[in-house]
Structures are given as structure tokens and as C-alpha cells.
Nanobody, 123 residues
Framework: QVQLVESGGGLVQAGGSLRLSCAAS????????MGWFRQAPGKERELVAA????????YYSDSVKGRITISRDNAKNTVYLQMNSLKPEETAVYYC????????????????WGQGNPVTVSA
């Protein structure tokens, strides 16, 4: 059974940084793509970044390019989302997700989800 356990969220001031972690277990993830989504109050969930575990190919939404980095640690089976220069409008619940690497890197149909991790960016 796949489990995704997130950590690292919380409160940060605008312009600050946070690093989210997603510990994955229950499967060999070499054939999977990992994604980070966020859902702000009253808005739809959006794909922020993704990484293909096998070769490290990444995707970033236009709104976060240059400020956010997704990475993976194979030994720890953990995916990270380093967020810098955070803005108040990025206040949201952030979710880690996993899917088999079928289709392009921007495919947003994910099979497995973490519990969600609130991030609040104060002005």
C-alpha cells in the first residue's frame, strides 16, 4: 500500500522560505512521477511541480518558476519542495502525490495522495 507522508509546512512571512518533504513508502518508485499540488481557499487544486523519479525530469508551473525547486532523494525515498520568495497568495494546503510515469510530465491525473500540509504566508 502506497503511503505519502508530508511534513514541513507552517507559517512564514512574505519573502521567506519553506521546504516541504514527502516520504514515500509501499512501492518501488523508480517508475513513478511525483508531484506537488496546492489548493488555496475557494480555488481549484493546481499542479505546482513534478519530478519523474527515473531520470529527474522536472516540471514547474509558470507562477513558481525560478522560486521553487522540486528534488528527490533516492536513498530516503523522499521528495522535497523548496519554496523561496513566498507570496501571501501562495497560502494553501500543499499535497504530495504519486502516479505511474505514463504520459507527459504535465499529466495531472495522480493515483496516490498525501494528507495535505497547510502553508500560510503572512503579508
Amino acid at each position: 500500500q502506497v503511503q505519502l507522508v508530508e511534513s514541513g509546512g507552517g507559517l512564514v512571512q512574505a519573502g521567506g522560505s519553506l521546504r516541504l518533504s514527502c516520504a514515500a513508502s509501499g512501492r518501488t518508485f523508480s517508475t513513478y512521477t511525483m508531484g506537488w499540488f496546492r489548493q488555496a481557499p475557494g480555488k481549484e487544486r493546481e499542479l505546482v511541480a513534478a519530478i519523474r523519479w527515473s531520470d529527474g525530469i522536472t516540471y514547474y508551473s509558470d507562477s513558481v518558476k525560478g522560486r521553487i525547486t522540486i528534488s528527490r532523494d533516492n536513498a530516503k525515498n523522499t521528495v522535497y519542495l523548496q519554496m523561496n520568495s513566498l507570496k501571501p497568495e501562495e497560502t494553501a494546503v500543499y499535497y504530495c502525490a504519486a502516479r505511474r510515469s505514463i504520459g507527459g510530465i504535465t499529466t495531472a491525473l495522480y493515483e496516490y495522495w498525501g494528507q495535505g500540509n497547510p502553508v500560510t504566508v503572512s503579508a
